[in-house]
């Protein structure tokens, strides 16, 4: 793993992690997921793996966790969003429904990139993430 890549991780880890907590998630990075009485709602970072960037993935299922399409049970404590369908996840920040996707970059000259990048996925989590596990609707999560 790079310098940066573990630099902007301990920017997540001390900047969005909390507020994760704070909120029930469990999990450990880059994988969160909440228990809920109708569904679990899930958090995934995923980062490019040519460096300097990554996408966060939300993603909800049943309280039961998911079977894959090819027969596999994934339970609820192990649930991750790439385990779920496409249809039913989206990228924090990204514009549905044109799919532009949203990537969060932190490659640059920038003395503060990290906690500046960590500080927008916190800003966007907040203001959209609760509205797309609330409604289901990827509109939700347009930034403008």
């Not at 399409?69 to 920040?93: D, M, T």
């Not at 996925?121 to 509205?131: D, N, P, T, W």
Request: aromatic residues 12%.
């Amino acid at each position: 793993m790079n310098d940066s890549r573990e630099q902007m991780i301990a920017a997540l880890r001390e900047i969005v992690i909390p507020t994760l907590l704070k909120l029930g998630f469990s999990g450990s990075f880059p994988h969160f997921r909440r228990a809920r009485e109708n569904q679990i709602d899930v958090l995934s970072f995923q980062f490019n793996r040519y460096g300097g960037s990554f996408v966060v993935e939300l993603a909800y299922c049943s309280p039961e966790g998911i079977a894959t399409s090819w027969g596999e049970q994934i339970s609820a404590k192990k649930v991750c969003a790439h385990h779920i369908h496409p249809q039913r996840r989206v990228r924090l920040g990204s514009n549905p429904p044109e799919k532009a996707d949203h990537w969060f970059y932190f490659e640059s000259s920038g003395e503060n990139i990290y906690q500046e990048t960590a500080l927008e996925v916190l800003s966007i989590f907040q203001s959209k993430a609760e509205l797309f596990w609330q409604t289901h609707q990827p509109a939700m999560m347009r930034t403008n």
